[in-house]
Every structure is written in structure tokens, then in C-alpha cells.
Nanobody, 116 residues
Framework: QVQLVESGGGSVQAGGSLRLSCAAS????????VAWYRQTPGKQREVVAS????????YADSVKGRFTISRDNADMRVVYLQMNSLKPEDTAVYYC?????????WGRGTQVTVSS
């Protein structure tokens, strides 16, 4: 079992920045990839960024050049999502997902609101 807790969400004006954190506990040695997703009411959850166990990263086109996913070098249980140049369309609940060989695990999400 893996437990995930997201933090760092909040309200910010357009152009601002936020850093989200995803802290994992439990069987963290089983985690392969970690990804950030986001969801707005009435829409499907969409992937924003992902990072593999080897450090390879991928981003949705809508956030390339603005968002950066990374692991904490001092604490490999933590994955960050640095979000710069935020836009109102980035407003969503952001979720962290951990992928293991056997299952996917989700956090409960953190709200990000960007005002114009």
C-alpha cells in the first residue's frame, strides 16, 4: 500500500507561482512513476506531468515551459510540481498518482485557483 498526501495549493493571481508537494508513505520502494493530474468540474482528469524512477519527465503541452516536476533529492518520498506563469485555465483540483507494478494510488487532491 502507498499513501499520498498533496499540499501547496491555494489561490493566486494570473502570472503567479505555486509549488505543490506530494508526499508518499507506505511501500514507497514499489513506486515506479509519479504523476500530477488535474480535474475541473464536468471534465475528465488529465495528466499534467510525470516523472519516472529514472528521472525522465513528461509534460502536457498546455504546461510545457511553465511547470516543472521534480523529486526531492534529500527525501525521495516527495515529488514537487513547480507551477509558474499560472493562468486562470490552470484552475483545478490537482492530484498526485503513484504507479507501482501492482496498482495505482491516488491522493485526495489540492485545490489551485488562479484569478485573472
Amino acid at each position: 500500500q502507498v499513501q499520498l498526501v498533496e499540499s501547496g495549493g491555494g489561490s493566486v493571481q494570473a502570472g503567479g507561482s505555486l509549488r505543490l508537494s506530494c508526499a508518499a508513505s507506505g511501500s514507497i520502494f514499489r513506486i515506479n512513476d509519479v504523476a500530477w493530474y488535474r480535474q475541473t468540474p464536468g471534465k475528465q482528469r488529465e495528466v499534467v506531468a510525470s516523472i519516472s524512477s529514472s528521472g525522465r519527465t513528461n509534460y502536457a503541452d498546455s504546461v510545457k515551459g511553465r511547470f516543472t516536476i521534480s523529486r526531492d533529492n534529500a527525501d525521495m518520498r516527495v515529488v514537487y510540481l513547480q507551477m509558474n506563469s499560472l493562468k486562470p485555465e490552470d484552475t483545478a483540483v490537482y492530484y498526485c498518482k503513484a504507479v507501482t507494478q501492482y496498482s495505482d494510488y491516488w491522493g485526495r487532491g489540492t485545490q489551485v485557483t488562479v484569478s485573472s
